[in-house]
């Protein structure tokens, strides 16, 4: 089956950039990927989907203008470019294709 392994969690500022990146391996037979998130004491939430032979995406409203999900396709990965960075985006950020996570990346925004 696929496997997933994000990265690049990190401390961010507010207002601030970062991109995380998922990497997959195994079986690639996967048509969408969704980047879920959970904060502290809260449910894992959907941040956004992509689906991965054309571009298209879409968002929640807490992250849309803000997060940007892209594909490389060569190269088995997907990527979440996060921009003007709040506070309420601190989570652990998951990829996934609907049943197979990742282990999950930390994202904190705190100055």
């Known amino acids: 089956q696929v496997q997933f392994v994000e990265s690049g969690g990190s401390l961010v500022q507010p207002g601030g950039s970062l991109r995380l990146s998922c990497t997959m391996s195994g079986s690639l037979k996967v048509a969408n990927v969704a980047w879920h998130r959970q904060a502290p004491g809260k449910q894992r939430e959907l941040v956004g989907t992509i689906i991965r032979t054309t571009g298209r995406t879409s968002y929640v409203e807490a992250v849309k203008s803000r997060f940007t999900i892209s594909t490389d396709n060569a190269k088995n990965m997907v990527y979440l470019q996060m921009n003007d960075l709040k506070p309420d985006d601190t989570a652990v950020y998951y990829c996934?294709?609907?049943?197979?996570w990742g282990r999950g990346t930390l994202v904190t925004v705190s100055s």
């Open positions: 996934d294709e609907g049943r197979i």
